[in-house]
């Protein structure tokens, strides 16, 4: 049979160090999550055989408001939504807005099989599409049997 | 239960947008990325207002090692106050946002009243 030590509180986790407000903390950070609107833009990646796809959605980003950088099999994207614009002017303040604004910057693994030589990105209809192209040693070669 | 185990095509997502108000009209703007223009339907009836975004399902295949976007159709349907004329409403779709603008009625924009020196 275990031998399982005894512990005298109730709860492990509150043992020792038990501070009454650390549960407040965490509930905070909990809550804070719960309401926290995504600012970065939600991405696809596919591999093929000849190529790695990489879709973004940036709706209401033009080609000027992004940067998009390559480095060995490292992507890195950044950009910045800038706030609601009607007309091209400005706005104060909306009614009612669900849209957020401001900088945001993502870098992307890929695979060790992309050749960062041969990238070409694409925007339309507020996606981003970049397509990096595997290199030539990389890709699937058919071998005969002699 | 049919309803349950259909997923991708019967889908339908909320599109985020921002409302604002201008001096004779509202503007509605939707995000809908990857939405082209002959996909996008406007329809009203009576108050309400309907705006749907039909997305090309994609047809690529691979190993996906992202998949974080999310795929189905947009539509998102709006109650109209009657001071809006949705007879004159006009939209306009640019780098994947919609921009719908939607005048006051005329009896409803705001007129100056002047003031007569007795």
Same mark, same amino acid.
């Given at each position: 049979?275990?031998?399982?030590?005894?512990?005298?509180?109730?709860?492990?986790?509150?043992?020792?160090?038990?501070?009454?407000?650390?549960?407040?903390?965490?509930?905070?950070?909990?809550?804070?999550?719960?309401?926290?609107?995504?600012?970065?833009?939600?991405?696809?990646?596919?591999?093929?055989?000849?190529?790695?796809?990489?879709?973004?959605?940036?709706?209401?980003?033009?080609?000027?408001?992004?940067?998009?950088?390559?480095?060995?099999?490292?992507?890195?994207?950044?950009?910045?939504?800038?706030?609601?614009?009607?007309?091209?002017?400005?706005?104060?303040?909306?009614?009612?807005?669900?849209?957020?604004?401001?900088?945001?910057?993502?870098?992307?693994?890929?695979?060790?099989?992309?050749?960062?030589?041969?990238?070409?990105?694409?925007?339309?209809?507020?996606?981003?599409?970049?397509?990096?192209?595997?290199?030539?040693?990389?890709?699937?070669?058919?071998?005969?049997?002699? | 239960?049919?309803?349950?185990?259909?997923?991708?095509?019967?889908?339908?997502?909320?599109?985020?947008?921002?409302?604002?108000?201008?001096?004779?009209?509202?503007?509605?703007?939707?995000?809908?990325? /990857? #939405?082209?223009?002959?996909?996008?339907?406007? /329809?009203?009836?009576?108050?309400?207002?309907?705006?749907?975004?039909?997305?090309?399902?994609?047809?690529?295949? /691979?190993?996906?090692?992202?998949?974080?976007?999310?795929?189905?159709?947009?539509?998102?349907?709006?109650?109209?106050?009657?001071?809006?004329?949705?007879?004159?409403?006009?939209?306009?779709?640019?780098?994947? #946002?919609?921009?719908?603008?939607?005048?006051?009625?005329?009896?409803?924009?705001?007129?100056?009243?002047?003031?007569?020196?007795?």
């Amino acid at each position: 049979m275990a031998i399982i030590h005894w512990k005298r509180t109730p709860f492990p986790e509150a043992d020792v160090t038990w501070d009454s407000w650390s549960l407040f903390d965490q509930f905070n950070k909990d809550w804070d999550r719960l309401f926290e609107r995504s600012t970065v833009p939600a991405l696809d990646v596919l591999e093929t055989e000849e190529d790695c796809v990489i879709w973004v959605d940036v709706p209401g980003l033009e080609k000027k408001d992004l940067e998009i950088s390559i480095s060995g099999s490292i992507l890195s994207l950044k950009g910045e939504k800038s706030t609601q614009k009607a007309n091209g002017k400005e706005k104060e303040s909306p009614a009612r807005s669900e849209l957020w604004s401001g900088k945001f910057e993502r870098t992307v693994q890929l695979p060790d099989s992309v050749d960062p030589e041969k990238v070409t990105a694409d925007l339309k209809e507020g996606v981003l599409k970049v397509t990096v192209a595997k290199k030539s040693a990389w890709k699937a070669r058919q071998i005969a049997i002699a | 239960m049919n309803e349950l185990t259909q997923t991708s095509k019967t889908r339908t997502l909320v599109p985020a947008s921002s409302i604002l108000e201008e001096k004779d009209h509202l503007i509605v703007q939707l995000e809908m990325p /990857g #939405v082209q223009k002959g996909d996008v339907e406007i /329809g009203t009836e009576g108050k309400t207002l309907t705006i749907r975004g039909k997305r090309q399902q994609a047809t690529e295949s /691979g190993t996906w090692l992202v998949r974080e976007r999310r795929r189905g159709d947009f539509e998102r349907v709006y109650t109209v106050d009657p001071s809006i004329d949705l007879e004159k409403a006009s939209a306009e779709l640019s780098n994947g #946002v919609l921009t719908v603008t939607l005048p006051l009625k005329e009896a409803a924009k705001p007129r100056k009243i002047d003031i007569r020196s007795a």
